[in-house]
């Protein structure tokens, strides 16, 4: 396997656009893998260094290099983009590092749930987190999985996670500048049924400016005041933010402020590769997903837009309904077909349920840079400043013109 890599990732680097310079690469020969030549070996053994390793003069490397552009076989790695979009300055290598980090954890998280059943690891824990949930197996594991890969990658400063009371500081000599919060495993109560689950992070640089609301007697040390500070900053700073669902496949869907890319594992390889670039959503769609076990708790506002969904209409067609209980499942399937996701506030609960830091935000920065709009029915979910680290809000996002509906629907 590590033959196979370290074979795919020379064909790579003769095989790229950007590098094919050959003068670049070697100035007198190249060697590559070829599996094809292996199989002529006996029948002829010229220039032959190894198994299946041949030495060509760069006018062989030259023509190779356009058949194999023209065999449609390149395959773009979530590595090879993010080195691509560090040579172009887009991110650092630091910011790089990070989220080669977390692409690790949501690979690691992917394998766990994968084997849930099979390795016992369904179920409860036994803890509730900070906020009154009974935390489940997987939840805890998949936090750890997820703050140890952000830990050892050295580039982070600060970590908030959903399973974590308050957000923590990297050690000193690991850390880093950027910080990271994040949701490791989200929808996590479809677990035991092997329905859709995901994580979701959001990445920042540091700041201190922000209004987290930190009493004066707080008992808090100095330095969880300090990463509370730093946390609680408005979606509007984020410098990246993506997903990844545990589905029938894994996706990891990322942007960096300049649009959208969904990478999908390769259980051949085991690498994220590239599989849809600049994703846009579509203007409107006619799906919507809301809890509506709910209804009778919402106001009148809400159930008259949700009934108008409802009416055929001279078409004759309503909207229909999707929902899977999973934000990462649900969100997914609107950035692709279009339509709206909703967890509005209710009787019971009157900033309705998923948290701003780690849920919201980041989904309504992914949705923004797919040309789609994260409101909490009244204003755009990025300009919320956060005075709490596990702060709710109302999310109604997806479609352009299906948010801007809701909204009009709740003025
Ligand atoms: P969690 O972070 O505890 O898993 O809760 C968030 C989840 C979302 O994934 C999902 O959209 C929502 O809660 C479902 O809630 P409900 O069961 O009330 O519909
Ligand atoms: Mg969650």
Not at 196 to 204: D, K, N, R
Not at 303 to 311: A, E, Q, S, T, V
């Amino acid at each position: 396997m590590a033959t196979m890599a370290a074979a795919t990732a020379s064909s790579k680097l003769i095989f790229s656009p950007k590098t094919s310079s050959p003068s670049r690469i070697c100035p007198f020969q190249l060697c590559v893998f070829d599996t094809k030549y292996s199989l002529l070996l006996s029948n002829k053994r010229k220039n032959v260094v190894g198994g299946g390793v041949r030495c060509m003069a760069l006018k062989e490397v030259a023509a190779t290099t356009e058949t194999k552009k023209r065999s449609g076989y390149e395959l773009q790695t979530l590595t090879s983009w993010l080195l691509r979009q560090e040579q172009e300055g887009v991110i650092d290598a630091e910011l790089t590092i990070v989220l080669s980090s977390i692409s690790l954890a949501c690979k690691q998280i992917a394998s766990l749930v994968q084997r849930a059943n099979i390795s016992n690891l369904t179920g409860v824990q036994g803890a509730v987190n900070v906020q009154g949930e009974d935390q489940k197996k997987l939840d805890v594991i998949s936090n750890e999985v997820f703050s140890n890969c952000l830990r050892s990658s050295g580039r982070t400063g600060i970590i908030a996670s959903e399973e974590e009371d308050v957000p923590v500081a990297v050690e000193e000599s690991y850390s880093g500048n950027y910080i990271v919060v994040f949701d490791p495993l989200d929808g996590s109560s479809n677990i035991d049924a092997a329905v859709s689950t995901g994580s979701i992070f959001g990445i920042y640089s540091p700041n201190d400016e922000c209004l987290a609301d930190i009493d004066d007697d707080s008992t808090l040390d100095s330095s969880t005041q300090k990463c509370i500070v730093n946390v609680c900053q408005p979606g509007n700073n984020l410098l990246a933010a993506g997903y990844c669902m545990y589905s029938s496949s894994i996706i990891f869907v990322l942007t960096i402020g300049k649009g959208v890319f969904v990478f999908t594992l390769d259980p051949l390889y085991g690498e994220f590769v590239l599989t849809q670039e600049n994703l846009q959503i579509p203007k409107a769609g006619k799906i919507y997903a809301f809890n509506e076990g709910n209804y009778q708790l919402w106001d009148d506002k809400l159930r008259k837009y949700i009934d108008d969904l409802k009416d055929p209409g001279p078409s004759g067609k309503p909207y229909s309904s999707r929902y899977i209980g999973s934000l990462v499942g649900d969100f997914h399937r609107t950035l692709l077909y279009g339509g709206i996701y909703g967890y509005p506030r209710d009787k019971k609960n009157k900033n309705g349920k998923l948290r701003l830091l780690y849920e919201c935000a980041p989904m309504s920065f992914i949705v923004e840079q797919a040309g789609g709009k994260g409101s909490d029915g009244y204003q755009r979910v990025l300009d919320i400043q956060p005075t709490e680290v596990h702060q709710r809000v109302p999310l109604y996002i997806g479609s352009t013109e299906e948010v801007e509906k809701v909204e009009k629907f709740l003025a």
